[in-house]
């Protein structure tokens, strides 16, 4: 175990059930490193993980107070545990792209437009990788998984012209970034600077699945072949080529550009009960 | 004390914070908006707080975040919101979060009739999740000022229990104007048999034991206690586990820590004429209770010997209110009769039990005597389609 585990990782839970050759980890690492370079400390943070690999690999790592929600809902839950908790207690949720894009969009829209104080990690497997490698609204068009033997041909969030970023920038949120795990130092930044953020971040950051992903679509579990194939189609914003998919860096930065959520509500309370207060109704 | 001619939504809201509720996330629906309504009102008065959810799903999602942040939370609902919540409820019972839900019945499947009373969810709060291997505790109210204090009640057993507690109201009692008393202070409260819990923060590392102990304080998060919860079936320390043992611990722990303790609440049922051994037990809860209490009355006044049982703790079913062997008849705002499956299944083995459903409008009290009069002279209550052939 390296010193970002020892200090903030639980030795039960590390090195977790991960498949051979998976992404997970590099991600899971960079925003350790992230944590460490904001200088905060297992008590400053309450961890949320959802359903699916990214989910139930990341539950229960972190040494301090953590929860797994239900499928896709754990942005509610977490909107209603900012409420509770004081506003210097960072809430950082690691999820899957299905939870985030698919299940809980509606959710994740409706924390985004309150911009509430949460740092969201979407740790993009290209699909349900858990349930054994179906499709789901980020796999590229044409990318065979068991749902789309015969090559995914639906539009999704990675079709041209359409963006999930697109999408949540459009409902409020005041930080977003995407990356691939291979981004490393490039990735903490943009990472540290949504946990920085009073509001609602939300880091984007695809990863390989050499045992579904990579044996269905590159015919091989050879995890230097999907990483390869995810590094050769991710390009820096601005550096993007014709065949690029995922352009890389921080897509949209409003941070602490307007009220943050449970703040908000904690104002509006506290001056009903000044009004209240001055007309002796208290 | 300061007494209202109010809503049961108006009652609840005040027995909510009595009860020491101070989080309540809503999603309008008919007929429990207007206890949103009135939260949205108190809720900052009493430094709480109040939320809209972007579904009821949401709304419950919401309330168990807070909860699992110390707060005391509730939320409302009808039927139609009340099978949203059946993914946040299972992670309540599994995570033992304390946290009360009214469900304000109205007519059904679906969106039905939206402004009239049914009883169609009788079943479906013993089982509002997937999966089974657990208990739930129901409450059903008959009246606006029972509602309040049902609701303090309800708060009290979730946090004792430290599971989800659904109020089962219907739309009669939840938009009913009535008489209400509303304590002011403490003594009042007990004087009035209210009962509370304070809200506990567990401080681990056992969050959950495999016995069937009450009285543990909830998993609060933000103490820095290493606390997890999650949707998983848990070790004792809240660790993610697929081993089947561990499933048995948690599902011994989730069924029998309230079949073992139901002394708690097996005083909350109300007997009409029960003390001579009736002929003729009539069973319900909520709001057809009052007709049926009129009814057996008059049915009294007559020389029957017909007696009447309301039930107000609906689950865990009261089976030791059905001993007797007499013929019962269950009187039920739905058409298909779920009140009765129960009924039956806990009589004793030759026991007759009849059923008498109306849906949207109570049974008048003159069609209920006519049921009676049959059922004492061993005649059958025949149906002939949709129509009733007579009674």
């Known amino acids: ?282 | 004390m300061k007494r209202y001619l109010e809503t049961g939504n108006f009652a609840v809201t005040e027995g909510a914070i009595l009860a020491g509720c101070r989080f309540f996330a809503g999603y309008p629906i008919t007929p429990a908006t207007e206890l949103a309504e009135a939260m949205a009102y108190r809720m900052p008065q009493v430094d709480g707080i109040y939320i809209q959810g972007e579904d009821e799903c949401a709304a419950l999602h919401l309330c168990i975040g807070a909860a699992l942040g110390g707060y005391k939370v509730m939320t409302a609902t009808s039927g139609p919101g009340y099978i949203l919540y059946a993914d946040p409820y299972g992670w309540a019972i599994g995570c033992e979060i304390p946290l009360v839900i009214l469900n304000s019945g109205r007519v059904g499947p679906v969106s039905g009739i939206t402004g009239a009373p049914g009883q169609g969810e009788f079943y479906m709060t013993r089982y509002p999740t997937q999966g089974g291997n657990f208990e739930t505790i129901v409450l059903a109210p008959n009246s606006a000022q029972e509602a309040m204090a049902m609701t303090v009640e309800a708060f009290y057993l979730a946090e004792r229990f430290r599971t989800p507690v659904t109020i089962l109201a219907d739309q009669l009692v939840t938009d009913g104007f009535e008489d209400i008393s509303v304590p002011e202070t403490e003594e009042e409260m007990k004087a009035m048999g209210f009962r509370t819990w304070p809200r506990g923060i567990h401080r681990g590392p056992v969050f959950y034991p495999a016995t069937d102990e009450i009285d543990i304080p909830p998993v609060v998060l933000g103490h820095n206690t290493g606390a997890l919860c999650s949707d998983w079936t848990p070790t004792e320390e809240g660790y993610d586990t697929e081993e089947v043992v561990a499933h048995h611990k948690h599902a011994y722990r989730l069924i029998f820590k309230v079949r073992n303790h139901r002394d708690l609440f097996s005083h909350l049922y109300e007997k009409t004429f029960m003390d001579d051994d009736p002929d003729l037990v009539v069973v319900s809860f909520g709001t057809p209770s009052r007709v049926v209490n009129t009814a057996v009355k008059k049915a009294r006044e007559k020389g029957l010997k017909v007696g009447a049982l309301r039930l107000i703790h609906l689950w865990p079913f009261p089976d030791e209110l059905f001993k007797k062997k007499t013929t019962y008849l269950s009187v039920e705002l739905n058409w298909d009769g779920q009140l009765v499956r129960e009924v039956r299944r806990a009589v004793p083995k030759d026991a007759e039990v009849h059923f008498v459903g109306s849906c949207g409008d109570l049974p008048a009290v003159a069609e209920l005597l006519e049921a009676f009069g049959k059922l004492l002279k061993g005649q059958p209550l025949a149906r002939k389609g949709w129509e009733l052939e007579e009674w």
């Open chain 1, 1 to 282: 175990m390296d010193h970002l585990s020892k200090k903030y990782l639980r030795p039960r839970k590390i090195p977790s059930s991960a498949c051979s050759g998976c992404g997970l980890g590099i991600n899971h690492k960079a925003l350790m490193q992230a944590i460490y370079e904001l200088g905060l400390e297992v008590e400053d943070i309450v961890w949320g993980t959802s359903i699916g690999c990214a989910g139930r690999q990341t539950f229960g790592t972190w040494k301090g107070d953590g929860f797994a929600g239900t499928h896709g809902r754990v942005y509610a839950i977490a909107r209603g545990l900012r409420l509770a908790l004081p506003p210097e207690k960072k809430i950082i949720l690691t999820v899957g792209d299905g939870d985030a894009f698919g299940i809980g969009l509606l959710h994740l829209i409706h924390a985004a437009r309150s911009n509430a104080d949460l740092t969201i990690v979407v740790n993009d497997n290209l699909g349900y990788m858990s349930t054994g490698g179906q499709y789901g609204w980020t796999t590229p068009q044409g990318t065979k998984s068991d749902s789309s033997p015969y090559g995914m041909y639906e539009h999704n969030m990675v079709s041209d012209g359409m963006d999930i970023l697109g999408v949540l920038k459009h409902a409020g949120a005041t930080f977003l970034a995407r990356h691939v795990s291979m981004d490393g130092p490039r990735a903490v930044e943009s990472i540290k600077k949504g946990i920085a953020n009073r509001g609602l971040s939300l880091i984007h950051i695809v990863y390989p699945c050499p045992t579904n992903v990579g044996s269905r679509e590159l015919g091989t579990r050879d995890a230097v072949t999907i990483y390869n194939w995810i590094k050769n189609q991710a390009a820096p914003i601005g550096q993007e080529r014709s065949d690029t998919l995922w352009a890389t860096g921080v897509y949209h930065d409003a941070s602490n550009s307007r009220p943050e959520f449970s703040e908000s509500i904690r104002q509006h309370i506290g001056s009903i009960r000044r009004q209240r207060l001055h007309e002796n109704k208290i």
